[in-house]
T-cell receptor
Framework: DTAVSQTPKYLVTQMGNDKSIKCEQN?????MYWYKQDSKKFLKIMFS???????INETVPNRFSPKSPDKAHLNLHINSLELGDSAVYFC??????????FGPGTRLTVL | GQSLEQPSEVTAVEGAIVQINCTYQ??????LSWYQQHDGGAPTFLSY????GLEETGRFSSFLSRSDSYGYLLLQELQMKDSASYFC???????????FGKGNQVVVIP
C-alpha cells in the first residue's frame, strides 16, 4: 500500500564513510525528488528526475550523487560523509498534478 | 535570490481559527502550495493556489494574491490533530520545483 517508501529509516555512520538511501514509488509518477531537511526544519530541494532524466540539480556538493535506474526508483549515494550532512532526507514523487507525495524520510546521523 | 517568510510559532485553543501568512520573493512563480508536517512525519500536501483568490478544502482554506506576493492558510475549527508545522512552498519553475518557507509551528491546546 505504501506510496513512496525509503530505506533505511535511520542511518548512523562515521565521518568519511559512503552510504546510500533508496527510494521507490508505486504511484506511477514520472517525477521524483530528493529533499534535505535540517535541524531547523528547513526543507530544501536537492535533485529531481523526470522519467530517469535529471531535471533539477541544486547547488549540492558533488559528494551527493543521485541515480534513477527506472522512473519508479531514485537512489541517493553520499560519499565521504561529513558532520553537516546530518539531516532528514525525504524522497518525493509527483505526477501531472502539483501535489508532491513524500516518503517517510531517512534520518541520517554522522558521528 | 529567493525568500519565503513565515512567522515561526502560534498557540491556539481547540475550536479557534488560525491564519498562517506567507510572503515570497522568488525568481519565478507558478503557484503556491501548503504542506503540513507532524513531528517525525513526512510533509503532506494541503492545497495549491495558482490564481488569485480563496480555495476551500474542508476546515482549511488557502488564499493567494499574486500582486502582493502573499498568501495565507486558514485553519478553522482547530483540532488537537492540527498541531503540526505548516509550510508554504512556491512552485518557481515549470519542473514543479518547490521552494519552501521556513515553516510555522502550530500548537493546539485544549
Amino acid at each position: 500500500d505504501t506510496a513512496v517508501s525509503q530505506t533505511p529509516k535511520y542511518l548512523v555512520t562515521q565521518m568519511g564513510n559512503d552510504k546510500s538511501i533508496k527510494c521507490e514509488q508505486n504511484l506511477g509518477h514520472d517525477t521524483m525528488y530528493w529533499y534535505k531537511q535540517d535541524s531547523k526544519k528547513f526543507l530544501k530541494i536537492m535533485f529531481s528526475y523526470n522519467n530517469k532524466e535529471l531535471i533539477i540539480n541544486e547547488t549540492v556538493p558533488n559528494r551527493f550523487s543521485p541515480k534513477s535506474p527506472d522512473k519508479a526508483h531514485l537512489n541517493l549515494h553520499i560519499n565521504s560523509l561529513e558532520l553537516g550532512d546530518s539531516a532528514v532526507y525525504f524522497c518525493a514523487s509527483a505526477g501531472t498534478s502539483f501535489e508532491q507525495f513524500f516518503g517517510p524520510g531517512t534520518r541520517l546521523t554522522v558521528l | 535570490g529567493q525568500s519565503l517568510e513565515q512567522p515561526s510559532e502560534v498557540t491556539a485553543v481547540e475550536g479557534a481559527i488560525v491564519q498562517i501568512n506567507c510572503t515570497y520573493q522568488t525568481s519565478g512563480f507558478y503557484g503556491l502550495s501548503w504542506y503540513q508536517q507532524h513531528d517525525g512525519g513526512a510533509p503532506t500536501f494541503l492545497s495549491y493556489n495558482a490564481l488569485d483568490g480563496l480555495e476551500e478544502t474542508g476546515r482549511f482554506s488557502s488564499f493567494l494574491s499574486r500582486s502582493d506576493s502573499y498568501g495565507y492558510l486558514l485553519l478553522q475549527e482547530l483540532q488537537m490533530k492540527d498541531s503540526a508545522s505548516y509550510f508554504c512552498a512556491v512552485r518557481d519553475d515549470g519542473n514543479n520545483r518547490l521552494a519552501f518557507g521556513k515553516g510555522n509551528q502550530v500548537v493546539v491546546i485544549p
